[in-house]
């Protein structure tokens, strides 16, 4: 049957099974978005930005494991997406997002709202298109959610020029193509290569990366643990993947990792690296990152072996697929001695805080006891983070949703909305700083419109948190810039957007609020007001060795 580029669009996504879009129309997408008006069945969240609809998306791929999907208009309306497309690439993340672009006459003009997104987005995307054909925009949307969901996932962009949205051409419904799971770089040597590396180890260590959750390994994972019996670490993607309560789990590795985890793989002999790149973060210098291990990298893209770290060995392929074939071949190993050897070191160096007033690790653990761990947190990016990465307990995948890669301040409440669409059961938590609140407060009037139940924990100190902690430690206490002591009242503003809003300034208001809000089933934002020198321990300097962990603790000795 004949149909419309827009008509087709809309068709095509009903095709991949996309129940939810979240976008922001313009003038140029209008088609798109008049064919949408007769389709009820995909709901669509009218966001106050388009940075807030990627990262919405963003938030509900993730929560989800499907394709998340975008929509902007051209020019300003698609440059706005980028930094959450950035931000999907750098964890892997697999978003569509379809923007259309001014009509192909109108092209190379420098029309009205017209600019090139594909160049823009080529270093950020997976791969991406601009439609100029109608009759090749059905197999283009196709191709792209194929991409997005294959092997390594990501961010795939569709530009569309508007006359293609108004053409007609021949539609055809088509079942869409699975993306298959990459086995066939699998080898049996290397599988038995690191067999035997496992076998010969006496103090194995195993690091959990984001690759586990893209790849639902959880219970290979899980047996793979059991089979090798080592202490287990993750990175801060990698939550969620192997239960955070499990006797094997010993924390976060790298630069906020727990001082057990960055002490233990310092003194491991061998290191079992799953779906992990070896970022900065979680290596410190490279030179001296797990020094007395061999090192076993697993990983479905080819291009992140020896890339940042130096392996002994790897094997490329999807990881619930490697783990399955590992299990099958690996005896039962016994390495109690090394276990209670680390767990020691969890023992005496336990993650602290100061317990006599209000601070963001009290919070999040009051989170994680009321909830007992069955909802989801997202995150913005800083001290909060970094916290919500430490004191809450994750037990499941996709449980704990974060800018990893990028870092993105601004991000939180838009991945809060996504997975609360994406999960509609489940309790919803943004985990930001008042610094990062600034960036995406705006979209606490899209959870209004949609009465979208999220709670968003604005830890407040009145500082960009994570900087003046750099300040404080690095840079003489010279405060460029870093502080936040201005008129802006959260509580009035989140009222005004039209979200129920508590102010917390004691300890002992922490646990009637946080029940309050999740009894509300609406939109809440708790303005939790707490110390602008409050930091986020353990630490590794910048460009040190993990090994050099450090607290408050030692810095007091060290001054003394």
Known sequence: MKLTGSEIVIECLKEQGVDTIFGYP??????????????????????????????????????????????????????????????????????????????????????????????????????????????????????????????????????????????????????????????????????????????????????????????????????????????????????????????????????????????????????????ARFSDRVTGNTKKFANQAKIIQIDVDPAEVNKNVKVDSYIIGDIKEVLDRLNQRLKPGHHMDWRLDVRALRDKYPLTYNKDVLTGPFILEKIYEITKGDCIVTTDVGQHQMWAAQFIKYRNPRTFLTSGGLGTMGYGVGAAIGAQMGQPDKIVFNIGGDGCFRMNMNEIATATRYNIPIIQVCINNHVLGMVRQWQTLFYGKRYSYTVLNDKVDFVKVAEGLGAKAIRITKKEEVEPALREAIDAKCPVVLDCVIDSDDKVFPMVSPGGAIAEVFNQEDLDQKEN
């Open 26 to 275: 313009g003038g140029t997408i209008l088609n798109i978005y008049d064919a949408l008006y007769s389709h009820s069945e995909i709901k669509h969240i009218l966001t106050s930005h388009e940075q807030g609809a990627a990262h919405a998306a963003d938030g509900y791929a993730r929560a989800t494991g499907k394709v998340g999907v975008c929509f902007a208009t051209s020019g300003p309306g698609a440059t706005n997406l980028v930094t959450g497309i950035a931000t999907a690439y750098m964890d892997s993340i697999p978003v569509v997002a379809i923007c259309a672009n001014v009509a192909l006459p109108a092209l190379g003009r420098d029309s009205f709202q017209e600019i090139d997104i594909t160049g823009v987005t080529m270093p950020i995307t997976k791969h991406n298109f601009i439609v100029k054909d109608v009759n090749k925009l059905a197999d283009v949307i196709r191709e792209a959610f194929y991409i997005a969901k294959d092997g390594r996932p990501g961010p795939v962009l569709i530009d569309i020029t508007k006359d293609v949205t108004e053409k007609e051409a021949e539609y055809e419904k088509k079942e869409p193509k699975v993306a298959p799971r990459v086995s066939s770089t699998i080898k049996d040597e290397d599988l038995d290569a690191v067999v035997e590396m496992i076998e010969q180890a006496y103090r194995p260590y195993i690091l959990v990366g984001g690759g586990c959750t893209l790849s639902d390994a959880s219970k290979e994972l899980a047996k793979f643990v059991e089979l090798v019996d080592c202490p287990v670490c993750d990175t801060l993607m990698g939550k969620g993947a192997f239960d955070g309560e499990d006797i094997h789990y010993t924390g976060m590795l790298g630069m906020h990792g727990t001082k057990a985890s960055n002490l233990g793989v310092s003194k491991c002999d061998l290191l079992i690296v799953i779906g």
